[in-house]
């Protein structure tokens, strides 16, 4: 299957994994562009991702991951969330799912490994997305209405406990939240890992969350593919063309019109 060419998740259908891909794909109420890139040229890597469209075509669930260790952890980690997403794949709660999905990460992984990871679910007849995260990146928000991008859940903006959102894998019985926005028609979403914030210019200076998110400021929006490809070349150039020196992923999610 090609780039051009989107793959539409029948119901019940869990899509992903930790391997290298470019892929447009068609979800419910969203228009989604998946791209992932092992460290090295490696065939898998510790960023794992997966998608799934509930049994009624209503609820669309989306999960990053960037698992510390790589190799052996990371293909444990998304055979785990694999299973998860297929056993939560019709619940809108994604409180359960983010406790479940810490105790299995503790199972997977050897001792003092970790990871950050987001989960994020869209009822596609209202708009409404819950956000689930644990240790990982905040989300970039596209406000097509303001024509503006800011961050999603800005921890500036809110007040944190500290046994809530830690990574997987650091507290057994760590509770997670959800929270909740409602997504607009031509909103778009970004969800990377560190690879994109923690990518490096020529002086050694890092890119860090306020700078990928001015630069994403200079996309094109009209779809989830072109938004992420000038994402991704406006992140290379800032390397000066050298390739990344880790895994990068980066999902992109566009609310489609009712």
Sequence with gaps: MSESEAHGLACMEIWGGNGRVAQALDLPGLAGWVYSEPYAGSETGGDVYYLSACSRGQVARVCIADVAGHGASASRMAEALRDLMRKHVNAWDQSEFARELNQAFQVA????????????GLYCVTGELVATNGGHMPPLWYRAARKEWELLGDPTQQTYTPEFDLPLGLIDGTSYVQTSVRLLPGDLLALYTDALTEATNPAGEMLEIPGLLKLAASVPVDSPAAAGQALLAAVER????????????LVMLQRLSV
């Design 109 to 120: 992984v050897e001792p003092g490994h970790f990871a950050t990871a987001a989960l994020f």
């Design 238 to 249: 800032y390397r000066g063309g050298r390739p990344s020196d880790d895994d990068q992923t």
